[in-house]
């Protein structure tokens, strides 16, 4: 769980907490801090304006000057002089992130950066606070409280705004909590998270936010024709599951817009028997970061008062090169009929979305799908790791992501539906086939969300593939090596800007 959060209406000075941080904001291209923390300086034996000249500050977004007290009779061990930057939310939420990171093995810090930001920024400098101090620990594990992240985080507006400035930091909190969430999921090892394990994570989170669940397993995808799900999981002793999480809103939407949200579930891709060379297969615990999203996403629906009705599909399997693995150029029946020649075993997150997304279509009724996976390597070989792919023919809804991924720091980018890549999906044997069979044609991001579109039907759709963000090899401002829960933020921000 992230850090407590406490809003004080009091000035900083009076905060007893382990550690103090002030706010430094660029005035006239040099760095300064406000009078009253000038004043707090002081009391603890500082002096904040040669420290911040000692140190060459320039107030830049995260820049820190840490101040040790030598006071023995002060309870307050350090004072840190964190940087604002522009106090955009962009600088807002790396100043916040600095702050958890400088505060590692600390009980509680306190600071007065939210006094003079608007309540975007205040709310990504919480979210940088908040998402910066995560750390996974599997079960049993040692804990070294020198290395613990931060607690307690004590926020001090002295009384000024101090309503919006609540509101800011609680939907700051909503999204934390989601996106601490999603990464627990993505992170937590695979001899534990299986597609049951998944099912029933959803379930236990469901009953809590008050959100319906229902669990196919392997027996009811089999009657229903889910043909896609049970190739794929076919290899494992585990076998696969599909998890459906029904949001109903206490006040709809007076359009009763519903959404319906697919995540790719695999716990673990091994490629199947086209399988992945070791280093590509070490993070593959994290195939799962789609449907992760998802789930954090459905459990926050409540809090965040949501009033449009939302369902959450989970296709969950384990990809393994078993006894009764799909071989390439096998021919599946996806769910609807649709038949798809298998060519790599290895792009079967396509398979297992094609059967959500074509059940969707055929039973939900939805005003709008979106899909998000971890799905292709050349989305992020393409973009890097800050952002994640965004496929739609939807001006609209494509803009309206968009926006979302830049007010909640999960940004997107968005690609083209090559309509003349759509024949390279063409097999001589199905329907489809499931990887391009034109070596000419390489984008293999673009070809397999026009794969995915083929089973959306008419409706409004849009495929984020997140292969890259939704892993670090690193810690990087609010982000945490490891899955990083990428999408629940974003798409917790879309929904809510959904009046």
């Known amino acids: 769980m992230p850090p407590t959060v406490t809003v004080h209406d009091t000035a900083l000075a009076g905060s007893a907490a382990e550690v103090l941080a002030v706010a430094v904001r660029s005035v006239e291209g040099r760095p300064r801090v406000g009078e009253a923390a000038a004043e707090l300086g002081r009391s603890l034996g500082l002096d904040v304006d040669t420290a911040l000249s000692r140190a060459s500050a320039k107030a830049e977004a995260g820049e820190i000057v840490d101040l040790p007290v030598t006071d023995p009779a002060v309870g307050t061990r350090r004072l840190l002089l964190v940087g604002l930057g522009d106090e955009t939310p962009l600088a807002g939420r790396r100043a916040g992130a ?21 309540p975007e920024s205040a709310r990504a400098f919480v979210e940088g606070g908040l998402l910066a101090a995560y750390r996974f620990r599997a079960d049993g594990a040692r804990d070294e409280p020198r290395k613990a992240p931060l607690r307690a985080l004590h926020l001090h507006v002295g009384g000024r705004r101090t309503a919006a400035l609540r509101g800011a930091v609680d939907v700051a909190e909503l999204s934390a909590r989601a996106t601490h969430l999603a990464r627990d999921l993505a992170n937590t090892p695979s001899q534990l998270k299986d597609p049951a394990w998944l099912a029933r994570r959803a ?10 669940v229902a669990v ?28 459906e999480m029904s949001y109903q809103p206490s006040r709809l939407r007076r359009s009763g817009l519903h959404v319906v949200l ?18 590509a297969m070490v993070p593959m615990k994290t195939d799962m970061s789609g449907g992760g999203a998802v789930i954090a996403v459905l459990a926050a629906l409540r ?7 939302v369902t959450g599909l989970v296709a969950a399997a384990e990809n393994m090169p078993g006894a009764s693995a799909v071989r390439p150029q096998d021919v599946i029946t996806q769910y609807g009929g649709r038949t798809v020649e298998v060519f790599n075993t290895d792009a079967e997150g396509r398979l297992v979305l094609a059967d959500a997304l074509a059940y969707a279509d055929a039973q939900l009724a939805p005003d709008i799908v979106i899909d998000v996976a971890t799905l292709t390597g050349a989305a992020s070989q393409g973009l890097g790791r800050r952002h994640g ?33 759509r024949e390279a999906m063409d097999s001589e044997v199905a329907d489809l086939r499931n990887t391009s069979g034109d070596p000419l044609i390489s984008g293999g991001s ?25 892993r670090a090899d690193r810690d990087e401002h609010e982000v945490s090596r490891g899955g990083t829960g990428f999408g629940a933020r974003l798409l917790l921000r879309w929904l809510q800007d959904l009046r």
Not at 110 to 118: K, S, Y
């Open 98 to 118: 600095a702050l958890a990171r400088g505060c590692v093995g600390v009980a509680s810090v306190a600071t007065d950066a939210l006094v003079g930001l608007e």
């Open 389 to 421: 792919a965004l496929y739609s023919a939807d001006e609209p809804l494509a803009e309206s992501l968009l926006a979302a991924g830049e007010a909640s720091g999960e940004r997107l980018w968005r690609m083209p539906l090559v309509e003349e890549y």
């Open 303 to 309: 809090d965040a008062g949501v009033r449009v009705r």
């Open 446 to 470: 673009i070809t397999a969300a026009l794969f995915l579109r083929e089973f959306a039907g008419s409706r409004r759709w849009a495929h984020l593939d997140i292969a890259g963000p939704a």
């Open 262 to 279: 697919v995540g790719k579930g695999i716990t673990f891709d091994s490629g199947g028997l086209s399988l992945k060379p070791r280093e």
């Open 203 to 212: 379930r236990d989170l469901g009953r809590k936010a008050g959100v319906a």
């Open 216 to 243: 196919r397993d392997e027996k009811a995808l089999a009657a229903e024709g889910f043909g896609g799900l049970l190739a794929v999981g076919g290899g494992s002793s585990r076998p696969p599951r599909l998890v």
